[in-house]
């Protein structure tokens, strides 16, 4: 009853900038109180155990039902995906209900936001099989697959944070599934920019930088059958690393089960990176992929990409776009090769 | 010596993203180690005293030489501009040097990047004099100017980074001027929106939403007879502040004394709302004006953001540039007012 209670109090609204045409979304619980807002108080998430984690054996029954559960052979569960007790967009709303707010345009938040969770609380992604990582990958498809058709649902982000610095809140390993209703201009640049790429040179620019990528060397990282790591030459971020299909692949959900593996294999060892030659460094990890708004994207070239919180975007960012990057990736893939 | 040396080692680039087309700025000292970057070491800035302050009266001769000196009757000063002694561009080199780098285009780190300090190690923004502030706008004035013609430079960001959340990683109050010679593709889009929409609509964008936010009043903070602030109704941030001129004014260079004042009035409420009913928040303060590139901008209209630093952007944002803001704008009017 609790549960059903926490989802009518959402609230979420995507609102649209009138100038720059990009999307906010307000998601909020009712009631919200001002003493929500802690500024500078570091919740020190390592000292939280297990008995206290939502995520954990004992406690998980008070999440929502289960939506994808994966068993071992004793039965008991290895992999969960269950719907976000606070979502960011509600499946609740019964349409879009786009609407005129004065000059602006203004939508519900209607969408889906969910979780999976791992079993163990204290091994993360870096830390397991090869074949555990396969079956998380297994999961975001299973998952793709069954959110991409559904009504209103535009474009759908696969993301996972890692460590407090990272924005992670809970420590138990858990990657986040949001189906959102809206393709956000950010996301429009890149595909639009790889689109109009192809129509000039008749080549995927994915396709191209690997190629010039495979042939320097420099900047990269790791390389089996089917996947290739590197530092992007245009990395946002220190130690930024890109995971690539080596083939021209643009939808990420038919993904198979042997690109699973050959995938899990070079996520390991970006992740082990972090954890061995950069001090654990918390890291966002996602997924970009085409739209599943039912339009052909074959010019898109999926891939994942690893963000590790290197350092804090401020007044320069904020105001110009411009990101600073205070190593190059040819050094930080010297030192991630290590 | 020393410090001509450290400016000589500044290895300054830009890197244009081929999809996305925005550029990234690699700035890094030679010989960068490895160890130079620790994660989850949170520096203490507050118990850095003023004995060991770079920007203190004692310590400050070993900055470069001056830009800029405002003195007090006594003689001594009590506000500097000078160039930092690390610079993210660098007005060493000779060109531009655009050239390509595989299918890349990179331009080599030409600009200027300025520091300006008051003479309080202990007294911040929010907590000067309304003529102390308005002394610091025109500082920033006095610079853009002498900037704004300068060879390739196209435009100018001036911005304030305040506590180690924000990215400040010194305490003594201080603010960062950089003339840079591109404008991103983030700017661009804010700059074509306004023009776009004044094309359709024969009116201000920023003046429409002025003019609706003065008539709803939900989201308005602060008003004199120059300058309104409102927290926008589609703020990026939580408690995100919007200051803007009542009056349509697209070049901040051309500030009167009386506005500079007005703005100061303006600019000291809202930061000391951050210090007493946001518990002394970490931000980034930043203007946006039209690009000094010989063009004009009339139909734009400058302002300053404040972003207070409440939380982290994670792997939502960063995948799909969808900003998720946990407290409407409506409400955190409410709590600023107070």
């Given at each position: 009853m609790t549960t059903k209670n926490n989802r009518e109090n959402i609230f979420s609204q995507l609102r649209k900038d009138l100038v720059s045409g990009t999307w906010v979304l307000f998601s909020t619980k009712r009631n919200?109180?001002?003493?929500?807002f802690k500024n500078?108080?570091?919740?020190?998430?390592?000292?939280?155990n297990e008995k206290d984690c939502l995520f954990c054996k004992e406690n998980?029954?008070?999440?929502?039902?289960?939506?994808l559960v994966y068993t071992k052979k004793d039965n008991d569960w290895s992999l969960k995906v269950f719907p976000n007790k606070?979502?960011?967009?509600?499946?609740?709303?019964?349409?879009?209900n786009k609407r005129e707010y004065g000059p602006f345009e203004v939508i519900d938040g209607i969408g889906y936001h969910e979780v999976l969770v791992t079993e163990?609380?204290?091994?993360d992604m870096a830390e397991l099989e090869v074949i555990q990582i396969a079956e998380i990958l297994d999961a975001y498809q299973d998952r793709y697959v069954s959110l991409?058709?559904?009504?209103?649902?535009?474009y759908i982000s696969i993301f996972k944070n890692y460590g407090y610095d990272a924005g992670?809140?809970?420590?138990h390993p858990h990657s986040q599934i949001v189906a959102m209703p809206i393709i956000d201009p950010d996301v429009f640049r890149s595909i639009n920019g790889s689109e109009e790429y192809f129509r000039v040179h008749t080549e995927c620019v994915h396709c191209v930088m690997i190629g010039w990528e495979k042939e320097s060397g420099?900047?990269?990282i790791f390389e089996n059958e089917d996947f290739i790591v590197v530092c992007p030459?245009?990395?946002?971020?220190?130690f930024e690393m890109r995971v690539y299909?080596?083939?021209?692949?643009?939808?990420?959900?038919?993904?198979?089960d042997v690109q699973k593996i050959k995938l899990a294999e070079a996520m390991k060892f970006c992740l082990s990176k972090l954890k061995k030659n950069l001090n654990d460094a918390s890291y966002n990890m996602f997924l970009h992929t085409s739209p599943?708004?039912?339009?052909?994207?074959?010019h898109y070239h999926w891939h994942f990409e690893i963000f590790p919180k290197t350092n804090t975007w401020a007044g320069l960012e904020l105001s110009t776009g411009i990101e600073i990057c205070a190593i190059l990736p040819e050094r930080a893939a010297e030192i991630l090769r290590k």
């Open positions: 919200q109180r001002p003493d929500c500078r108080e570091r919740k020190n998430e390592k000292e939280k998980i029954s008070n999440q929502e039902e289960d939506t606070f979502p960011a967009l509600s499946s609740e709303y019964k349409d879009i163990d609380h204290n091994l991409m058709n559904r009504k209103h649902i535009k992670a809140s809970i420590r420099k900047r990269m030459f245009v990395s946002r971020v220190s299909p080596k083939r021209h692949l643009s939808y990420f959900e038919r993904i198979t599943c708004d039912g339009k052909t994207y074959d």
